[in-house]
């Protein structure tokens, strides 16, 4: 589709655009500059609602650089959620300085319109500076807070690392159009089909998962996250843990699902079925959530044990990605949506905790239980989903993708392994259940109230689970019809 | 009413556990007064539903055919369903539970710290093993199995001894260590079998002609070894038990009666229910591994006893040493005398019925001594925070001063130590019956433990109860009313089954029939 005609099915995005540069300009006019807030919010609701009605649409924009279908379309709900909760809860974190807002809030509409270029690119060029569209303004939002040390080095940590990982990323999008000249990715996967030397995709393709892997947060190219989670403030800790992860999900299963397989499956005709990637992805699935895991143990921190669990859960939802079928990609999207809800809940309890106690230990949260019983429990709920056990959507979720291994009889090694994972993550998740409940604390009762913004985020964030483990088959239905690329 | 009924004996406790939040918000939560009664009434009913069941209960049905069964799709793509039946495995696992929850809520009548969290929690558990009980779907039975886990947590964690934190994160990780695998057979048997499916009752029919193999390995031998771990953990077989005595010494009084006489039901009631008539080949080859494994679960429970001071340990290890029975009796299901089979699965499951009410009436009588003596010592540790008690008799002499209670203790010892004309000889001859048809050395030594029970109960009886009374003790008031009302159905039940096991014999057999059939058909 040519440029023009494009921009039609390029509403929301423009919305978004549109909105960032309002929240610049009105930021220097001192009688608007209250107005960016409200501002953002309701431009993000306004392409929300664009991007709903043109649900089940799919088009390849702006002479194939982009492509609008059901499959971007999921993601980009999740991020205009997370986006919108993200802003909505920042305003009542005391961290964050509120001369900054507007600036703050037009990061992160740049971040969100960087995820919405990833979910959709389908040229390696697009690839390449969508990512770079996320990144260079999570740099900022890591070292939003000026005068903290911490915030500071989390930010040049994640300039290194990220920098580092695009530029190999690059080194490998550049080997792939030499092998095939091109950057489209569909002339790409017809020109892979009859390459002479199929082994030479290894060292292109191990490059391209460096810089999908750093985004994601896959072990080895993890070791920024622990570091920016820690230093960041929090709802951006909150925000990076969730939403570009979902985003760089989203462009690994497009490349990898487009370039590598033929209608979603690894044919063994197929010079590129030599090149074993599924089970790449496994050893790094096996070693990620295993690190993530026994780092998280250590920890004693809030903010950073949710950090290397988030890490381990990368892990898990790369477990259905060593299966090449459309319905492990259902399970991956499934368990996407169940993690961005309880992720979020979890770290909002952790903005709560350290707002009104400013608790970051664990030990800080003694008998929180007892203070605030409702966010408690709803807390407690997250963290039973969080570890996967049933009743909750995490269950469901994991269930999904154990199954997806089972279905295909493949890995059963990695089944294993995942399953001693998360008896692991029952012990560090449960040591905030022990110290909200079990732990008597140091005899304050008095009461503590969350902001009715942050308490019912909370609620409805970790209710869910509750939710889509009672009835989750729409959820599942919706889901299916978001990948009917790949299912036909 | 007839097909509502097994649906009502899990919700109900739910509901009751709902029904508790809008007078926490109009009374606040410290009036422990209403939850109590909120309790007491959501599981009378229950115990009422449970008897009603029990009248109607026809053991000659099978699942398919009875009244009671409902089966309703959940999630329709994974073929889930909301599948709840009876028979004569479940019926006296789903009274034993009945009766237990409402006698636990009776006892822990004096609980006032954070009543509403305690007694909602306590009902979420009971609706928890009501529905592993009434499962016949796979994936509901392992929704529930895990589910229990949660309050189970959290009542130990909270309202449990010194030592509650460790002991309740021990119990969760065990548990859940076992589970987890239990997951992966379940996965595997849903994906192997072929319609695709998690009905217990069809998987009989379709998991006889699975034949691939994993690593070289058969994938029936892998999924009855990990369901095998998940069972093991609860039941629980030495060396898979260390958990228990923690969990049960640190836990109140009414969740220890819970676990000994509820959860440990569960890993024996999986195992028949499971992997029995799904595996019968695996079960061929792995009984005499099993009569084994019992018998060292009544001699190592039983030697382990003997060696505690500490009352509540002892029972706890006397828990261990019964369930080896049960791992006899079970084992027998292979023998080639049908008499031989028929003795040892209805001992089997007389057994869990009956070490359930026993082991509950010691487990309350224990928390009764407990609460007027704040300690529980039949000897005082040497490290005991009192250096000059240390090493001296805890009690002594009590059988003067409270003539009711030691009654009652001499009663539930005996009925522990298996004396005739109370119910655990019947089960436990049963189950050496049966064993002994088989596996012939391994049951004579077996049967040891029936003197090594004597050895702990009877001395433990003689140091509390008998010479000259300990002056510590000489206020001790005897068993209040509400307590006896605790007892008392526990001892008519004990009694009447020792005297007349026929009622729970005829409900079982049937079941048990089936089972043996089942198994005996693949030697």
């Known amino acids: 589709m040519s440029n023009l005609s494009s921009l039609s099915y390029y509403i929301p995005e423009l919305i978004i655009i549109l909105a960032i540069l309002l929240v610049i300009i009105l930021d220097v006019i001192p009688a608007c500059k209250k107005y960016t807030f409200s501002l953002s919010l309701g431009a993000i609701l306004l392409a929300s609602v664009f991007l709903w009605q043109s649900y089940g649409e799919s088009h390849g924009l702006f002479m194939g650089m982009i492509s609008i279908d059901p499959f971007s379309h999921f993601f980009k709900m999740i991020f205009l959620l997370s986006t919108f909760s993200i802003i909505l809860i920042s305003r009542y974190e005391k961290q964050l300085d509120s001369k900054y807002s507007a600036e703050y809030n037009a990061l992160l509409m740049i971040v969100l319109l960087g995820m919405f270029l990833m979910s959709s690119s389908i040229n390696l060029i697009m690839i390449y500076l969508s990512i770079e569209l996320v990144s260079i303004p999570s740099y900022i939002l890591a070292g939003m807070l000026k005068n903290d040390k911490e915030s500071n080095e989390a930010s040049l940590k994640y300039v290194i690392f990220g920098s580092f990982a695009s530029g190999l990323m690059l080194f490998g999008l550049s080997i792939l159009y030499g092998i095939t000249g091109s950057t489209d990715i569909g002339v790409i996967t017809a020109a892979l089909q ?3 030397y199929p082994l030479s995709i290894y060292f292109p393709l191990i490059l391209i998962l460096v810089g999908f892997g750093y985004k994601i947060s896959m072990v080895p190219f993890h070791f920024w996250t622990p570091d920016v989670y820690e230093g960041a403030p929090t709802p951006i800790t909150a925000f990076l843990s969730v939403a570009p992860k979902a985003a760089g999900f989203a462009i690994l299963i497009r490349v990898f699902y487009t370039m590598f397989t033929i209608d979603g499956s ?32 250590q920890q004693e921190d809030v903010k950073r044990m949710l950090a290397y669990s988030s890490i381990s859960h990368v892990g898990f939802m790369l477990m259905a990605f060593t299966i090449v079928s459309p319905d492990a990609v259902r399970a991956i999207m499934f368990y996407l949506f169940i993690y961005l809800f309880m992720n979020l809940s979890a770290f909002y309890m952790a903005i709560f905790a350290s707002n009104k106690l400013n608790a970051h230990h664990i030990d800080d949260w003694d008998g929180l239980g007892k203070r605030n019983p409702i966010l408690c429990a709803f807390m407690a709920l997250t963290l039973i989903s969080l570890t996967g056990l049933p009743p909750t959507a995490g269950f469901v979720g994991k269930f999904y ?6 279905k295909h009889q493949q890995f059963y090694w990695l089944a294993v392994v995942a399953i001693l994972n998360s008896v692991v993550a029952l012990f560090y998740y449960f040591k905030i259940v022990k110290s909200m409940y ?27 689970n509750l939710l889509f483990f009672i009835y989750w088959e729409p959820l599942i ?4 019809k978001s990948i009917s690329l790949w299912s036909g | 009413m007839e097909s509502s009924i097994l649906t009502l004996l899990i919700f109900v406790p739910v509901a009751g556990a709902v029904l508790m939040l809008p007078f926490a918000m109009l009374y606040g939560k410290e009036n422990a007064h209403y939850y109590k009664w909120i309790a007491a009434i959501t599981t009378g009913i229950q115990l009422i539903l449970a008897g009603i069941l029990y009248l109607n209960f026809d053991p000659a049905l099978s699942i398919a055919e009875s009244p009671f069964t409902v089966q309703m799709n959940w999630i329709a793509h994974f073929n889930i369903q909301y599948f709840l039946g009876v028979d004569g495995l479940s019926i006296p696992m789903v009274l034993l539970t009945a009766l237990l929850s409402f006698i636990c809520i009776i006892s822990s009548w004096k609980i006032e ?17 009501m529905g592993v009980f009434l499962s016949m779907d796979f994936f509901l039975f392992y929704i529930f199995w895990e589910v229990m886990l949660l309050p189970m947590y959290f009542l130990i964690g909270i309202w449990g001894g010194p030592k509650r934190m460790y002991a309740a994160i021990k119990f969760f990780l065990y548990t859940l260590f076992g589970s987890v695998f239990m997951l992966l057979a379940l996965l595997a048997l849903y994906y192997y079998s072929d319609p695709h499916t998690f009905s217990l009752i069809t998987l009989i029919h379709t998991v006889g002609s699975i034949d691939a193999e994993i690593w070289g390995i058969s994938v029936k031998y892998l999924i009855w070894i990990s369901l095998f771990i998940g069972f093991a953990i609860k039941v629980p077989i030495v060396p898979f038990h260390t958990w228990l005595p923690l969990a049960h010494v640190e836990a109140p009084t009414a969740i220890s009666v819970i676990l000994a006489g509820v959860l440990l039901k569960m890993g024996t009631y999986g195992l028949l229910r499971i992997s029995y008539p799904l595996l019968p080949g695996e079960v061929v080859n792995f009984a005499y591994m099993l009569a084994v494994l019992g018998v060292i679960n009544i001699i190592w429970g039983a030697t382990n006893a003997i060696a505690q001071i500490d009352m509540k ?3 706890a290890y006397s828990s261990v040493s019964h369930m080896g029975y049960v791992l006899l009796g079970m084992a027998a299901v292979i023998s080639d005398s049908p008499a031989g089979a028929q003795a040892g699965m ?7 019925f009956n070490h359930g009410t026993i082991t509950a009436m010691l487990f309350l009588l224990v928390g009764m001594i407990y609460e007027r003596a704040h300690h529980r010592w039949i000897i005082f540790p040497n490290d005991y925070e009192k250096p000059e008690l240390a090493g001296q008799q805890g009690f002594g002499g009590l059988g003067a001063k409270v003539p009711v209670y030691t009654g009652f203790v001499a009663f539930a010892f005996f009925a522990g130590l298996g004396l005739p004309a109370l119910s655990g000889f019947i089960s436990e001859a049963m189950c050496f019956i049966g064993g002994f048809s088989v596996f012939r050395t391994l049951t004579i030594i077996g049967t040891l433990g029936i003197l090594l029970n004597a050895i702990y109960f009877l001395r433990a009886y003689q140091r509390i109860f008998l010479g000259p009374l300990n002056e510590a003790y000489k206020d001790l008031t005897d068993i209040s009313h509400r307590e006896l009302f605790t007892l008392i159905p526990l001892v008519v039940l004990i009694l009447f089954l020792g005297v007349y096991p026929a009622p729970l014999l005829d409900m079982i057999s049937p079941a048990m029939d089936g089972i043996i059939k089942i198994v005996q058909s693949v030697i």
């Open chain 2, 346 to 352: 209805n001992g089997a499951v007389m057994q869990m």
């Open chain 1, 477 to 480: 239905g919706f889901i299916e």
């Open chain 2, 113 to 129: 710290k954070q009543a509403l969290g305690y007694f909602s929690l306590f009902l979420l558990l009971d609706a928890g093993m």
């Open chain 1, 266 to 297: 690894v044919s063994a005709t197929l010079p590129l079925a030599n090149i074993n990637w599924p089970a790449i992805i496994a050893v790094a699935s096996a070693i990620t959530m295993t690190l993530g895991n026994l780092l998280a143990v």
């Open chain 2, 313 to 315: 340990k002892m029972v």
């Open chain 1, 438 to 464: 079990l732990v008597e604390g140091d005899g304050a009762h008095d009461k503590i109230v969350a902001h009715p913004v942050v308490n019912w985020s909370i609620i409805l964030f970790s209710a869910q």
């Open chain 1, 194 to 196: 009859t390459i002479d």
């Open chain 1, 401 to 406: 993708i154990f199954a997806e291994l089972f």
